[in-house]
């Protein structure tokens, strides 16, 4: 009974539409099947080819969208191939290996489910010629029905069952599969040094952490049982239809060879225009955005008619695309149910001679076959969708591996030295450093600095300020190590002791005394009070470090939270103080909800002056030994910019202060000024020695005053 | 909806089309079952006259012919059908989306600002798409349910008349499980999406804060929580899919019992010789095509609410009209002046604002003279400038550039005149030399690489592998703040324009840079009236003339010495950046 349009027997919930989301693609597109960079040539109106290529070309994670279900802008692609796909399909077959159990059920049951949804059509085809038996005898065999009805009835219920412990099973695998994943993910990115970051886009590393994830996850909760049901129901549905009629049989197989042709000629031919499509659709997208931000300019430049050309341009490319990709895309559901009408037909004419010449029992049988046709077909059109998702997933789980392999922070050493009362007496010794290799910023830099004492950091905008932060605080490390070298061979240097042969010896005044002879220390690196800050817990070199950089960092959560930030268990009393130190108090209180004023993602309830005068308080609170500062204060209005200036001022008192300077009255202070530029320290020490020197400083500091001639006159009337 | 009517009306004959076709295709799909049966009735089942069933291989024959014929009618018309469908709906949103964005090109400032530039964003392309696609799936279904639900209704019940009471159950039935499934699990979705965001979110903050959470040995703090919001999220999307899960088994019930009360009920009545096993068949499968509409339908009217959503707000978006257009009549300044802005008695307030940002400005600046501005934030210096190239119009007062009121000029006549170099640089997407170009799109090569120079850029744009040709990518990520200030710069200086100005320009670029760009910049707009917009002290000291804005009004006017003799306001500015332990 059944036929052409309607729902197998076995009413596949699978089958039904789980998101409604008006933006997916249209039916018959899956966007993991489009391959890769196979430009379309399609032709305009005038007929020149249009080649399908992105001006607004996705830098990896910037533009992918950040959602689950998301339209075809999908992880790292459509159909991106994994680079060693075999040696990632192991890994992630060890990966998911601790949910081997669950998985083996949900394959178990999946064929199960499988398995009765191929009996059903044979079961329903006995009970109909039970009925026809009925209509032309005029008795119901009533046992006989009942029988097939219970049976049908049953397999019904088994096939719901197990199809439904399957689901509940493969998404409770998958989800948890999920939090493991991004669990392991964050753990590593935790242990990554900074350099990763630095050298990775945020939007790359958050796509890894969500798209690819969750499209591994889908693979595992749908196209798994998918490839299983296929498969299952292939060979079942052959072996079936071959104990009811092997010429009937024959007749199903030759409609196969067609749902190939149609699967694999014409899907692949609309996937290209898909592409193209896509590509359209995110120039739209990037024209739309870039004009809309850049409004202003486009009005003040009188360039909205160019701006209207290209866009009239790209629409109508996308418009010629995506008609071609739906026209195309749109045939196939017609004619694979062409083909399967056909089969149908074919079916029932063939059966009908056979049930006329007696070779087949009855009308059921052939009731059976024309659900066998539809059943037996339907995993043909599935497969070539299911080679494309495990290429991508593979693909993202393979990326989702890279981040897992990335080398770490080395960790602490075993022996490492707690200084228990900082002084905040620091050194750089011979450091050598830079971010690569061939690329030295410092090539043998000493400094000496004093508990106490002012070191300004000066220099044009991007000549590397931040390095020196870096160095400091551990988040690079300096090139090279401590060595000792005795007898022509060198030992390194760890946690103040050097090992040779077997025996322990201490570091004194930078020399070790082995048999009475002194061996000098060689090597750089940087010392707080005398230890050098790779033989401290980075835990306790940090705590001696307060920061507070022009980029202020501030997380959603309530102003005290984000205070508290360096020391969690500070009373109320303590944030307060720390707050009016910061010259913050005052401003906080004129808030709604004062010091649990909630601050939203952007901060932008706050402006920025603000935003720092809490860094500051943040900075208080946590009273760490030595400070680093960022005194830049473009974008701050007057009034706040005084308060900022005398919080610094407060907060450098009786600390070492490591500031990168813009106030002339900071800079003249200094203890020691470095100049940077280009990223290297290229002139260092105090006001007036460095002005004497007529170099790089001296020059920056009379570019001050040419254009501005500040007078005497004028100084003297502040 | 009448907007969508309106812009449907060139596509209204491929709509026409569209839907004939459609139908045409759904009737020849309803009649296929009941050929279906015809074969198993009159082919198959056809009895000889002592009442053995010995087949009729003939009428098996030219039924399946009429079947084959029919199902390739079906094909064709879905063909057709399928294509004007594309034409049309792709049509109406490429129609739509231009409309969208010429509507916004036209737009003032003032209107940006009341939309808000992403939400404009999201309008063109997300809601335009989102209307495309109910249109293209509408359509189709706007014919296809009601003709499959009503045909097959009304096929289902001549076929079996007698068994038609198990449809009238199943269908409400259904429809019910249906909208109750959405009801629950759609709440669901939308707290996992929030969910999720949180995750993002804690991750995004973790990235960009990584100095910081380590600075702080904070790392296992971010991990508690990043593992909180995994958890938390873990189990909402669990809750959401088991609960939609558990909604399935119920779907297939009602299939299910329904199918095995057609055949239970089916034999008896086949029994009494009401119902053939041909009908039988037939009236299943027309029961499926009717539970399958119900079903289709009751998840279509759960869509149109999203769309009437988007619709609307493509609609605010194309009734809005700009506030600022064309003068009917427009005035042409005279060739003599170049330069010359006027500010008379000039205030300025938002709509709907209470107070003024502007109030009763009042100055003139002159060709070759550089005119500074400076105050503390929320003074009002962006908005002065902004009246300039008539980004805003004033509400009281005139603002006239060359002796001309900028509203009695064309638009573009007006920006021609002017560089206008924005606080944050806004590049494009393209090479340098284009975005440079864009101030004068028939600028030689050598005019661009003069305004680079003058714009102190040419240095580090040779430094560049590929120099001017070098590509910017979007938002200009792979050159620095101060490079894009300086590629901004170049961009107004290849116009040489009447008018400068510089919308606090200057702040992103340090100290040296900026005072050898002023020097720089100072032979080639001796002609030209500059207008700067400043935060630091030095920058505008040299100026000829300095505003000094305060809370929206005009609180002092002069040269630096005089000012520092006469306006409070401004020695407080400059006392503020330059400290008295300075002069010591």
């Known amino acids: 009974m059944n036929g052409n349009n309607t729902p197998p027997k076995g009413f596949d919930p699978k089958n039904m539409p789980k998101n409604l989301d008006p933006k997916k693609a249209p039916k018959g597109f899956d966007p993991k099947n489009i391959p890769q960079g196979a430009p379309a040539v399609l032709r305009d109106k005038k007929g020149n080819p249009i080649v399908v290529q992105s001006k607004y070309a996705q830098k990896p994670g910037a533009r992918r969208p950040m959602r689950r279900g998301g339209p075809p802008g999908r992880p790292g692609m459509p159909g991106e191939k994994a680079k060693d796909f075999k040696g990632s399909l192991k890994r992630s077959i060890v990966y998911i290996g601790k949910f081997k159990w669950a998985l083996l059920l949900v394959a178990v049951l999946c064929v199960l489910s499988s398995i009765a949804n191929i009996f059903s059509p044979r079961v329903q085809g006995l009970a109909i010629n039970v009925i026809d038996r009925a209509f032309r005898t005029g008795t119901l065999d009533t046992a006989a029905l009942l029988r097939w009805i219970l049976v049908l009835g049953a397999i019904y219920v088994a096939s719901s069952l197990f199809s439904f412990i399957q689901q509940w099973t493969a998404i409770g695998v998958s989800q948890r599969l999920v939090r493991t994943m991004r669990s392991d993910v964050d753990a590593k990115l935790s242990k990554l040094p900074l350099k990763y970051f630095d050298q990775n886009t945020h939007g790359e590393i958050l796509s890894r952490v969500t798209n690819d994830i969750d499209n591994v996850s889908n693979t595992l909760q749908q196209s798994m049982t998918q490839i299983i049901s296929s498969v299952i129901t292939l060979v079942g549905v052959l072996a079936m239809m071959l104990t009811i009629s092997w010429i009937l049989t024959l007749v199903v197989l030759c409609i196969t060879p067609f749902y190939i042709l149609v699967v694999y000629v014409i899907a692949p031919k609309s996937q290209r225009y898909f592409v193209g499509q896509q590509a359209a659709l995110g120039d739209i997208n990037g024209h739309v955005e870039e004009m809309f931000t850049g409004h202003k300019i486009v009005q003040a430049y009188g360039r909205e008619d160019e701006s209207i050309e290209e866009f009239d341009e790209i629409n109508d490319r996308y418009y010629t695309y995506s008609v071609s990709a739906q026209f195309i895309s749109g045939m196939i559901m017609p004619i694979s149910r062409m083909l399967g009408n056909t089969g149908y037909v074919l079916v029932c004419v063939i059966g009908g001679m056979l049930v006329s010449n007696g070779m087949l029992p009855g009308i059921g049988e052939i009731q059976s076959f024309t659900q066998y046709v539809r059943q037996f077909n339907q995993p043909i059109q599935q497969t070539s969708s299911i080679a494309n998702t495990l290429q991508s997933t593979i693909a993202s789980a393979e990326r989702i591996f890279e981040i897992l392999d990335q080398v770490e922070e080395p960790a602490d050493i075993p022996n490492a030295i707690t200084i228990e009362r900082p002084q905040g007496a620091v050194k750089f010794e011979h450091v050598r450093f830079g971010y690569t290799e061939d690329n030295v910023l410092m090539e043998d830099m000493s400094i000496d600095v004093h508990p106490g004492e002012t070191i300004a950091i000066v220099g044009p905008t991007g000549a590397g300020k931040t390095t020196l932060v870096n160095l400091l605080m551990r988040f690079y490390d300096v090139n090279g190590s401590r060595t000792v070298t005795v007898d022509g061979s060198s030992y390194p240097v760890s946690g103040g002791e050097v090992k040779i042969n077997g025996t322990v010896y201490k570091v004194k005044d930078g020399a070790v005394n082995i048999a009475g002879r002194s061996y000098p220390v060689e090597g750089g690196g940087i010392t707080v009070d005398g230890v050098d800050i790779r033989d401290m817990p980075r835990s306790n070199l940090r705590s001696m470090f307060g920061m507070v950089l022009q980029d202020t960092w501030l997380f959603r959560g309530s102003i005290r939270d984000n205070i508290a930030y360096g020391r969690p268990d500070a009373t109320d009393e303590q944030i307060v103080a720390a707050s009016r130190a910061a010259r913050a108090d005052h401003f906080i209180r004129t808030l709604p909800d004062g010091y649990n004023t909630e601050i939203n993602e952007e901060a932008s309830n706050i402006s920025q002056g603000q935003r720092q005068l809490l860094t500051i308080a943040r900075a208080f609170l946590a009273d760490p030994e030595i400070l680093i500062l960022d005194e830049a204060t473009s974008s701050v209005d007057t009034r706040t910019e005084v308060l900022i200036q005398t919080a610094m001022n407060e907060l450098m008192k009786n600390r070492t202060s490591f500031v990168i300077a813009h106030r002339l009255s900071t800079i003249r202070g200094a203890d020691l000024i470095l100049v940077m530029n280009h990223g290297t320290i290229v002139e260092q020490g105090t006001h007036e020695s460095l002005l004497a020197a007529n170099g790089f400083y001296a020059d920056l500091w009379q570019s001050q005053f040419t254009a501005a001639h500040i007078s005497e006159e004028d100084q003297e009337r502040m | ?584």
């Open chain 2, 1 to 584: 909806m009448r907007l969508i009517l309106h812009k449907l009306k060139p596509y209204r004959l491929l709509v026409f089309l569209t839907l004939v076709l459609l139908f045409a295709s759904a009737m020849f799909e309803l009649y296929l079952p009941s050929l279906m049966s015809d074969i198993v009735n009159k082919g198959i089942g056809a009895t000889n006259a002592a009442g053995e069933v010995v087949g009729d291989t003939g009428t098996i024959i030219r039924i399946g012919a009429y079947m084959l014929l029919t199902s390739l009618l079906v094909s064709l018309t879905d063909f057709g059908a399928n294509y004007v469908a594309a034409r049309s709906s792709m049509g109406f949103g490429r129609d739509l989306r231009g409309d969208v964005f010429r509507k916004v090109s036209s737009y003032s400032l003032h209107e940006v600002d009341k939309f808000g530039t992403s939400s404009l964003i999201t309008r063109t392309t997300n809601d335009v798409g989102q209307v495309q696609m109910m249109l293209s799936f509408g359509l189709r279904m706007m014919v296809n349910m009601p003709l499959n639900l009503i045909g097959g209704i009304i096929m289902a019940v001549t076929k079996a008349p007698s068994l038609a009471w198990i449809v009238a159950i199943a269908m409400p039935l259904l429809a019910l499980v249906v909208v109750l499934n959405i009801k629950v699990t759609t709440p669901l979705f939308k707290v996992m999406q929030t969910k999720l965001d949180t995750l993002n979110r804690v991750l995004r903050e973790k990235l960009s804060g990584m100095r910081v959470i380590r600075a702080f040995n904070n790392v296992d703090r971010e991990r508690k929580r990043f593992d909180d919001a995994n958890y938390d999220l873990t189990e909402t999307s669990l809750k959401a899919m088991h609960r939609m899960t558990l909604m399935q088994p119920l779907n297939m019930l009602i299939f299910n019992g329904a199918a095995l009360a057609v055949l239970w009920f089916g034999g008896w009545r086949a029994a009494e010789g009401n119902i053939s096993a041909g009908d039988l068949m037939a009236f299943t499968q027309y029961l499926m095509q009717i539970l399958m509409s119900v079903m289709m339908a009751s998840m279509m009217f759960t869509m149109i609410p999203r769309a009437m959503v988007s619709i609307n707000r493509i609609g605010a978006v194309l009734e809005e009209n700009p506030s600022i257009d064309d003068p009917a009549k427009p005035i042409s300044p005279s060739e003599k002046i170049h330069g010359k802005v006027t500010f008379d008695h000039v205030t300025f307030r938002y709509p709907g604002a209470e107070n003024a940002v502007l109030e009763d400005i009042t100055f003139t600046a002159d060709p070759g003279e550089t005119v500074a501005i400076i105050g503390s934030t929320g003074s009002g210096k962006s908005t002065l400038i902004n009246l300039i190239p008539r980004f805003y119009d004033v509400a009281e007062g005139s603002v006239k550039v060359d002796g001309v009121d900028v509203r009695d000029m064309r638009k573009n006549d007006l920006r021609g005149r002017i560089g206008y170099i924005p606080q944050k640089a806004l590049l494009f997407t393209g090479s340098i030399s284009e975005n440079i170009r864009y101030g004068k799109p028939d600028a030689t090569d050598e005019e661009v690489r003069d305004a680079a120079r003058i714009a102190q850029a040419l240095d580090f744009i040779e430094a560049m592998p590929e120099g001017f040709d070098s590509m910017l990518a979007q938002d200009a990520t792979n050159v620095s703040g101060g490079q894009k200030q300086r590629i901004s710069i170049a961009r107004a200086l290849v116009r040489r324009p009447e008018i400068y100005i510089f919308d606090d320009s200057f702040s992103a670029l340090d100290f040296k840079t900026d005072a050898a760009l002023r020097e720089a910049l100072r032979p080639v707009s001796r002609e030209s009236t500059v207008l700067i917009v400043a935060q630091r002290v030095s920058t505008v000291m040299s100026a000829d003339r300095i505003l000094v804005l305060d809370e929206g009004k005009l609180v002092g006017i002069g040269k630096h010495s005089e000012l520092m003799e006469s306006c409070q306001v401004y020695r407080e500015i400059v006392a503020s950046q330059l400290k008295e332990e300075d002069i010591a």
